[in-house]
């Protein structure tokens, strides 16, 4: 057959596929609260995808035949939340079950607790 009709039929389903699923899934649009708070969803997106099919002759007539699936899950993970300049991750999934998974979780955490000691000592130094 000249034309592709399994390429046809995957690129149509990936096209729905982005429709549901963009930037604004996985980092939604911010919410300022009155006192000045910004709390910003974040979720995880995973999807799965199977294509077939066959091109086989009706009567002397070619002809195809063919099916496709996919899933999508969108799972919310956490809240960024943006207050006084500080920026901290909020999350809603189970605790980390390793060592390597809990030091990840808390970096940024940690990075604040260095930045605020460098702060502090440098503002100490010039007075």
Not at 8 to 19: A, D, F, H, N, P
Not at 106 to 117: G, Q, S, V
């Amino acid at each position: 057959m000249e034309n592709n009709n399994i390429g046809s039929l995957m690129e149509v389903t990936m096209g729905k596929i982005r429709e549901m699923v963009d930037v604004n899934t996985v980092v939604g649009e911010p919410i300022t609260t009155p006192d000045g708070i910004t709390v910003i969803p974040v979720s995880r997106i995973s999807y799965a995808f199977a294509t077939g099919g066959s091109d086989f002759r009706v009567k002397e007539k070619p002809a195809f035949g063919g099916g496709n699936g996919a899933g999508v899950k969108i799972e919310p993970i956490g809240f960024l939340v943006v207050k006084d300049g500080n920026v901290r991750m909020v999350s809603i999934t189970p605790p980390a079950n390793s060592t390597v998974d809990r030091v990840i979780e808390k970096a940024p955490e940690l990075m604040d607790t260095i930045e605020t000691f460098f702060k502090k000592r440098t503002s100490s130094e010039g007075e």
